[in-house]
Structures are given as structure tokens and as C-alpha cells.
């Protein structure tokens, strides 16, 4: 099963965008599909594989940090090659 990710990295600090970099260049490294905008970051790719990869990912980064928010979406199919038809 495929499932599409939005996540939205909030660290509550002032220096807070190494963190976000740091976060984003993990999600790149994966090899699975990643998209951004200057207020998400969406990773696509097959259910066990994404969600293993983010479990990772967000502890480390919720270890890291004193204050944080991560909002994320998830939506059951790979939504990597939308494209409006509008």
C-alpha cells in the first residue's frame, strides 16, 4: 500500500532552521520520493518503508530539540504525480 506524507517541521526556538535543513536532507537520503514547498515537505512511497523512515526521523529530531511541533497528513495513495486538472 502506498501512502502519501505532508509534514511540517516546527521547531520553537530562535535558530530554528538548521534543524528543519537537517531533517529534510534525512528525508532526501532515503531514496524514496520527497517534494517541497516553502511550507511542507511531502515523502511518498510504499506504507511500512515511509512510516519506518519517519518513526526515525521524528524521534531523533524530537530528541534533539527542547521545544517542537511536527504536523503531518497522511493520505492512503502515492499523490507524488498530481497535477491539477483545473
Given at each position: 500500500?502506498?501512502?502519501?506524507?505532508?509534514?511540517?517541521?516546527?521547531?520553537?526556538?530562535?535558530?530554528?532552521?538548521?534543524?528543519?535543513?537537517?531533517?529534510?536532507?534525512?528525508?532526501?537520503?532515503?531514496?524514496?520520493?520527497?517534494?517541497?514547498?516553502?511550507?511542507?515537505?511531502?515523502?511518498f512511497g510504499e506504507y511500512d518503508v515511509v512510516m519506518e523512515l519517519?518513526h526515525n526521523e521524528i524521534k531523533e529530531s524530537f530528541?534533539?530539540?527542547?521545544?517542537?511541533?511536527?504536523?503531518?497528513?497522511?493520505?492512503?495513495?502515492?499523490?507524488?504525480?498530481?497535477?491539477?486538472?483545473?
Open positions: 500500500m502506498n501512502i502519501s506524507v505532508e509534514l511540517t517541521l516546527s521547531p520553537l526556538q530562535d535558530n530554528f532552521e538548521p534543524p528543519i535543513i537537517d531533517f529534510i536532507k534525512k528525508l532526501r537520503a532515503s531514496g524514496l520520493t520527497v517534494l517541497e514547498n516553502p511550507l511542507s515537505t511531502q515523502v519517519l530528541e534533539s530539540l527542547d521545544h517542537v511541533v511536527l504536523t503531518m497528513k497522511l493520505v492512503k495513495s502515492d499523490r507524488s504525480n498530481y497535477e491539477p486538472h483545473f
